[in-house]
């Protein structure tokens, strides 16, 4: 199929459905479009050409549990107190305003702990497949998500984090792999830890052939970027690295999760470990390519507005850290690709710095369904069919090393803060009270932030937006919703106790 299918429905203004693409871990520096070498997205750089593609789409928040709420919620992460996480009860989304809308709406979520009902995610899907208690759908050919091994991994490991034995649980996670390895007839789907691309794509396509006549939401959430890295043997050979079979992917994983190495160490391994990560981005850029095909044959393709993104990019120690722990708001975790497909429509190439909260509010423009009061970002569909975009403080929050928000106690550190405009950046600190500002242009890296000195104006000018921003998360905090959320979270950890207590 050629990238740009045949266009039956050039002239609609306003497709018909929209499909949300979010691929985790997803660096904005390691796709094509966004001037990448090496060929990680053939297909979406194709895709590219006919759409509007934001060089400097930043998350709202990292990791996941903070990135996603601003995406589908159009709502800072800590907007309701930072014990809340995730989708609120009742808490308008891009799902249930189009649901309301009188959309089908599905979610295929590969076996993100995050990204579950658990924490309100399934609002306003009639389909939600999370993939991450064993009773997932099936692919298309009759083969569950994985092998017995491959689930038994993510239950163990979705319980463990959940009671802070994370971090026990991924050293003997690697140690089993070892195990596994040295037997040399591994393969890398038996020690892969989330369901994969086709995958999702096959349970897609499956709801896609029922629903595909009414206007349809749907949502694929990938993992096959996010570590550990174990990619498909089929995109390792389309990568040309078919030497990095199933034993040294096993090794070279075990090696970047050590915490006894140093950072020069790990450096000698960097180039195979980005190499395996890249190779997951192929595997999902096919696989969409896949999805674009099944569309033109289901004759709707011209019909879809698309957006493919990701909530967060990934370290491979830029500042000396692995994978997207919130100990910082650096632009390897920060900046994301994001790309919007709209049938028919102008295309753009925006340089100004754009927040994902914005992006729920611009779908539903696409889409001609009116915008939620609640949201807090605005849509930038009049503005980009105008050619002209106005620019404003773009913020992203966390809270600081809350790695394991499964435990509520571990929720309420110190917040980080970042607040970009044009080229300047400022990072926010509460724990170590300290702001620093960036000049990008000049330090892409954030080696050298300015001294007080310099670029006052610029400074005072973001210290007013945080401040701004500040407030207004103070007097967000809405306490039915923040009292309906604990309950929730309550109710399901009893359930889930209860279960554990039967079995
Ligand atoms: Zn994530």
């Not at 099936?138 to 993510?154: I, K």
């Not at 393709?301 to 990934?314: K, S």
């Not at 000195?453 to 998360?473: D, N």
Request: hydrophobic fraction near 40%; glycine fraction near 6%; charged fraction near 25%.
């Amino acid at each position: 199929m050629e990238c740009a299918p045949s266009a039956d429905g050039i002239g609609i203004v306003n497709p018909h459905s929209v499909i949300l693409i979010t691929v985790d871990c997803l660096r904005a520096d390691h796709v094509g479009f966004l001037g990448y070498q090496r060929p990680t997205t053939p297909f979406l750089d194709c895709l590219a050409e006919e759409s509007v593609v934001f060089e400097n789409a930043i998350a709202a928040g990292a990791p996941t549990y903070y990135a996603m709420p601003p995406m589908l919620a159009s709502r800072y992460p800590l907007a309701l107190g930072r014990d809340v996480l995730g989708i609120v009860p009742e808490e308008s989304t891009l799902a249930s305003v189009l649901q309301e809308s009188g959309f089908a709406t599905a979610a295929f979520s590969a076996a993100n702990p995050y990204i579950s009902p658990r924490f309100g995610y399934d609002r306003g899907f009639e389909v939600f497949a999370d993939f991450l208690h064993g009773s997932e759908p099936t692919g298309a050919s009759g083969t569950r998500s994985g092998n017995f091994r491959n689930r038994a991994n993510r239950l163990l490991a979705n319980a463990c984090h959940s009671v802070g034995l994370g971090g026990a649980y991924d050293e003997i996670y690697f140690q089993y792999c070892q195990r596994l390895a040295a037997r040399r007839d591994v393969s890398l789907d038996a020690v892969r830890r989330f369901p994969s691309a086709e995958i999702l794509i096959d349970n897609a396509m499956r709801w896609l052939k029922e629903h595909c006549h009414q206007r349809f939401f749907l949502w694929l959430h990938f993992m096959d970027a996010h570590g550990p890295y174990f990619p498909k043997t089929e995109a390792l050979k389309i990568m040309s690295r078919g030497d990095l079979d199933a034993v040294r992917a096993v090794y070279l994983n075990s090696y970047w999760n050590r915490g006894d190495v140093s950072v020069e160490r790990l450096r000698t391994k960097r180039e195979d470990v980005v190499a395996l990560y890249d190779t997951g981005i192929r595997w999902v850029d096919e696989q969409v390519r896949r999805l674009a095909e099944n569309l033109v044959e289901l004759n709707v393709w011209d019909r879809c507005a698309l957006a493919v993104t990701a909530d967060h990019g990934e370290e491979f120690l830029e500042h000396g850290g692995r994978a997207h722990l919130p100990k910082k708001l650096t632009e390897e975790l920060l900046h994301v690709p994001l790309m919007l497909r709209v049938p028919a429509s102008p295309k753009h190439r925006v340089q100004s710095p754009s927040s994902l909260l914005d992006l729920a509010p611009t779908l539903l423009d696409v889409a001609g369904i009116p915008v939620p009061a609640e949201f807090r970002g605005r849509s930038l569909w009049g503005q980009l069919r105008k050619g002209k975009f106005q620019e404003r403080p773009v913020l992203s929050e966390c809270v600081y090393d809350c790695t394991n928000p499964f435990f509520p106690k571990d929720r309420m550190g110190p917040r980080l803060l970042a607040i970009r405009l044009s080229q300047y950046k400022l990072v926010l600190d509460f724990a170590g009270g300290s702001g620093q500002l960036y000049d990008l242009s000049r330090d892409p890296g954030e080696k050298a932030p300015l001294a007080m000195s310099e670029a006052a104006e610029v400074r005072q000018k973001l210290l007013t937006a945080a401040k701004r921003h500040l407030v207004e998360s103070c007097q967000s905090r809405d306490f039915d919703r923040r009292m309906a959320s604990h309950v929730r979270e309550y109710r399901l950890e009893l359930a889930r106790s209860a279960t554990h207590a039967r079995n």
